[in-house]
């Protein structure tokens, strides 16, 4: 279990001290990214393949942060409306401003020098552009790898633009029904999208409204903690422990990933999965003294958590094969570079406005 120092340095400090386990679940979803771009630069033998095939990739791990970041972003917008009877959403905004802008506003500059220099290659402005307009989920979909896996921090930033002002005017009931819609509509929103001719092969992978399930499972869930029909539901499926169905579902949704891809992910994957990570929070939230609940409140795991933004953002530089140098690739080499890069990004940028953003909150409140 981390310690009380260990869970205030969280990611969230306003939820770390109710909510366990977020940073570790984080953990396991960078890991993920890692491994799914980094398994892509090994020698394809056949244990790569087989692990390739039956280990989540990045596709699960992107997955994982859409259903936090729906879970979390509804649970500080309710608490504040519980608290205050209002939600700021200057306040809204310029807590997520501190929070991905610096970090990333870094990234793109180091990528611009780069290119600049000639590290490396491909760059052209609109690879930059649309990164710090939060467009990259839209265009270019053709963009350059570098910057490319910044769509699902579009998409994540599209969502913080339009759920608070959806919070706001819409009650609880009518929040709850139109999410439930939105997620039984989903999958037909992204087969009828795949066949529309003008839409590039691939691109329902990248598009918010093609996405936007997963982070609306994650505030389905935060509508429903607290309240009595959500604790009788959880109560009866965790009696029966039903959720240990997560634990088969998840092997099989990845190897039919890997097998059917789109046809897969389209219909059934994307929501299955989400669903599923929306179950693994609850329960570990429930059980964070469980052997995998102390797993995630490892301090080692906890920090991993703690700097998987940027572990996010870079791991693009380091886990490909465009990048040739020593350091490139799933590597010892390789990780160790990403590792101080991610750590070096979270102790000069990210810890820095994140401690500013607290300082003025409080000078407001004291002021």
Not at 73 to 83: A, Q, S
């Amino acid at each position: 279990m981390a310690s009380t120092s260990t869970v205030q340095r969280t990611s969230d400090p306003v939820l770390a001290r109710t909510i366990p386990s977020l940073d570790g679940i984080r953990a396991l979803a960078v890991l993920c990214v890692i491994w799914g771009h980094g398994a892509a630069t090994l020698p394809q033998t056949e244990l790569v393949s087989f692990l390739r095939t039956y280990l989540p990739g990045g596709y699960f791990g992107v997955q994982a942060f859409f259903v936090l970041s729906g879970f979390l972003i509804t649970t500080l917008l309710l608490r504040e409306l519980g608290k205050t009877g209002r939600i700021s959403l200057a306040g809204f905004y310029r807590r997520r401003a501190y929070r991905i802008l610096p970090a990333l506003f870094v990234f793109l500059t180091v990528v611009t020098v780069l290119a600049a220099t000639g590290a490396i290659s491909g760059v052209g402005p609109r690879d930059i552009i649309s990164p710090a307009l939060f467009l990259r989920d839209y265009w270019p979909l053709d963009g350059s790898w570098w910057t490319g896996h910044t769509w699902s921090l579009s998409v994540e930033e599209q969502f913080y633009v339009l759920w608070p002002l959806a919070v706001i005017l819409m009650p609880r009931t009518v929040a709850v029904k139109v999410l439930v819609i939105g997620v039984l509509l989903s999958p037909f929103i992204r087969v009828g999208t795949s066949l529309l001719p003008f839409v590039p092969e691939g691109a329902v992978t990248y598009m918010f409204y093609t996405r936007a399930d997963a982070l609306m499972i994650g505030c389905l869930l935060a509508y429903g903690a607290g309240q009595n029909w959500f604790q009788r539901v959880t109560e009866w499926v965790f009696a029966r422990r039903l959720q240990w169905a997560v634990v088969i579902w998840l092997p099989v949704s990845w190897a039919m990933t890997s097998r059917f891809e789109g046809l897969w992910m389209y219909t059934v994957g994307y929501v299955g999965d989400a669903l599923a990570v929306a179950i693994l929070i609850v329960w570990m939230i429930r059980a964070p003294t469980s052997p995998f609940g102390r797993f995630l409140n490892w301090r080692p795991v906890v920090h991993v958590g703690l700097i998987s933004y940027s572990l996010y953002l870079y791991q693009q530089l380091f886990l490909t094969h465009h990048n040739d140098t020593w350091f490139g690739g799933l590597t010892v080499i390789g990780l160790l570079a990403l590792l101080l890069t991610a750590e070096a990004s979270y102790l000069l940028v990210e810890r820095p406005f994140l401690r500013l953003r607290i300082r003025r909150e409080h000078a407001k409140t004291t002021g």
